[in-house]
Structures are given as structure tokens and as C-alpha cells.
């Protein structure tokens, strides 16, 4: 019998070696203790001061026992459930597993029926949850937008509201502050069935963003104090711009980032020990030329997989980013950008990868990004499932009944493995030219339409519980009088 023989292993990608894992750690833990960072949020300034932090006026350090004593609590595997009870779509957060959804906020999205570029509206949000719940390598949903055609404060909530009948994925939510945040939790529990079935099976995240360079803003800051208080699994996450509000190398960009995500982290674990805590960041170049974040620039998978690794180390998922693109679209530029950030997030392991169906450098959402994404996700899973060495698969025996000048397509071993061996794509097309031309000719881009219009047309999520309809309707009748009557 063979020992530490490792069977099964997937390919995995290594940018860091063990030490050099140390030597970042290690700064993240004095820029963390002798730097420190701004933390606008008086409350929390004290829940750090009484845990042992040094506080002077918005300056807060945080000693590298509590940093410590944090990573120890906060788990490393754990279960965001499927609202409906579904196994298929729960998603297990744990080492060598990556899982893949949209990301939230731009501004713009693109219209699938017209193909053009307008601002993002409310009913986008229904698209693309009827079309992530229907995508078979889409873990998780977000809305790919901000809803431009409700009250400015509540379109978060809405987006939530709308969206979250129409996936029973486990959905990433944002918000703008308490008000909305527990607008979003209680439209979450009605259908969970109370406060404490919720704690055992949460069926959402929810999103926070602090700012770069070292500031933990009070918005962001609120939202993890709600989080870990109401036991909802947390990002605490920033978007750093190397060379511009980070610094241009990629150990410099992820060791202040992680910085930046531990301050949620410590912040969390005091409150509530045990809390799931995604750490994270969207890292990419300031492009000197064109003055953007670059989600298209292959340093964006680079210092991804690199944070990836740190975050790992440290014991923590991550937020990982990928399937997003500097191109205004569906074009052979959208393919290539985001496919090989996809490969580069599933190669790396990235818990929770987001922004797939980001264009535009992040300015426009399009769910006809993420449909394509979809089939390179596949691609990227069967690579990384790597290849099984088990007797059966060793085939000799196979060999053996076969012989020299014998064929395979016949034998039961055959009919046995070649669905779960081979990869079979939804979009990609493998036809003989006379078939493919028999069928129109047609090309990639129009594949990706007819499919995601296809899928609007005849997909029908699993409908929440009654209450929980009667439950959004209230809660957000409710919510207009609150900004109505706001002064």
C-alpha cells in the first residue's frame, strides 16, 4: 500500500514560494501595527481600543496578536446555501475550490434585445438572475449593475428584491448603509424561516468596500458592524489601482490590500468570532495611457492569484476577480481578456470570483459577457480537475483487451468514462464546416445572443415562499415612505 501518494490532486497555479508567503505576511502585519489606517467610525474605534488596538483620534493600529487571534477564529470552509434547499447550488467554500457569479454596480449595462448601451434599470436585475440561474457554471449572482430608475438610496434593496426571486443561487449583496442592509436581511430570513434557521443556513453575502489607500470609511465600516451582529457572511474587500492608489509593484498592491481587508476582519472576529469573513480585493494597473483600471491587463490575474495565495496562507477564501474585459463588446477582445482571467482564477483557486460580465473597464455590466464566460469557466474547471490515477483509469487492462490495431469506441470502459472525462461545451461549436454552415455559419458572438434570449424566454427559477413575496412587497413599500419622509 502506497503512503502520501497523492491521488485526485487538481492542477493548481504557484506564484509564491512558502517564504516569500512569510516575508508578505510579515508586512501586512507592520503596515497593519506601526502604520495603521483611518477608521471613520467612532463605534468601531472603540470595539477595536477595548479588544487592544491603539487608537489616536481616526488612526487605528492593530497589534499582530489581534490580527492573529482573528485568523485563528475565522473559518476557512463553510456553506453559503441555496435559498430553495437545493444541494446542487450551495456553494462550499474550502481549499481548491473556485466559484464563479457577476459583480455589482456599473453604471451601464447592455440592452440584450437592441445590443446597445444604456443605463442600468431595474428590470436588468431580473435578466440577470433568470440567466444565472440557469447558467450551469454560475455559482453566484449579482446584479452586473446600479438601478438608475428607483430612489438613488434604495437601489440596492431593490436589486436584491428583485433579484432574489428569480435565482435560488446564493446571491452577493451590497448596500448603502443600515437602512438597506436590514431591508435586504429581512426579505433574506422570511425566506430562511426566522433569525436563527438564517444563522444555520445563510443564503446571502453581503459586500463591503473600504477605500484605497488604508481607509476604512464609515459606510463600509457600518456594514461589517451589521453583518457580524446578524450573522450574514461578509467581504470586506477594496479596489486598489497599482500606481495609483496603491503601489505599482504587485507585492507592494496586495500587502497593502490585505491590509486594508483585515482592518473588516479583526473588526468582525471581536464582534462576532466565527463569523465567515471573505478577504479580498479588486487588483489591477492604473493604465498611464488611457488612465483607467484595466480589467483586461493580464497583471489583474497576476496579482489576483498572488493575493490568492497570501489569503490561503493566512487561512482565509477570497474574492477573487475574473471574466471581465477592457472591450465595449462581445467581441474576440471581451473572449480573450476574460477567458484567460477566468483560467488564472480557477488555476489559483479563488473562492469567490466576481465581475464576470464586466466591460468597459468595469463601467458597463453585460450578462451576455457572463453567458460566454460561462463556457471558459467549464473549460478552466475540467483543466483544473486535473487527471485521476486510479487503476481503472490507468486502463492497462483496457490495453490489454484491445490490442494492437483495435479501437476503443465500443468498449464498455469507453461508454463508462467519456461523459465524465470529456468536456462538452454549450456555445463553443466543434461541427465539421458542413455542418456548421448547414446550421447559418454562425459565429460565437450570435451563439452567445441566441442562447441567453433563448434562456429569458423559457427559464422559470424555483418561486420563493409565498410570505417571502408578501414579505418584499411590504418591506419595500415600507422603504419608500422611510426616503419619502426622509428630511
Known sequence: MRTNYRVNAGVRFEVFSRDQLEELFNGVLHVMDKI???????????ILADAGAHVEDKRVRIPTHLVKRALATAPRSFTIYARDGNPAHDIQIGPGRAHFGPGPTPPNFIDVETLERRPYVRDDARIVATVVDALPNIDFCESLGTISDVPTDLAAAYEFATMFPRTTKPIVAWSFGWDDSNDI???AITEAGGQEAFERRPNYIHYC???SPLVSTFEAVDKVIFAARHAVPVIFTTCALAGGTAPVTPAGIIIQTTAESFM???LSQIIRPGLPFFTGGVLSVMDMSAMILSYGAPELSLMMAGVTELAHYCGLPLWQTGGCTDSKCLDEQASLEGSLSVFFSALSGGDLCHDVGYTE????????????????IGYSRRITRGIEVTPDTLAVDVIRDVGP??????HDHTMQHF????WYPNLCDRHNYEEWAAEGKQTMRARVIDRTREILATHNPSPVRPETAEAITAIMAAAENRVKNKP
Open 36 to 46: 495603521g489606517l483611518d477608521v471613520h467610525h467612532e463605534e468601531a474605534r472603540n
Open 405 to 410: 490495431d483495435g479501437h476503443y469506441l465500443y
Open 209 to 211: 468596500e473600504p477605500l
Open 419 to 422: 461523459k465524465t472525462e470529456f
Open 361 to 376: 473597464s468595469g463601467m458597463t455590466g453585460s450578462i451576455l459577457q457572463t453567458v460566454m464566460m460561462d463556457d471558459a
Open 264 to 266: 473588516g476582519l479583526v
Open 185 to 187: 436581511h429581512q426579505i
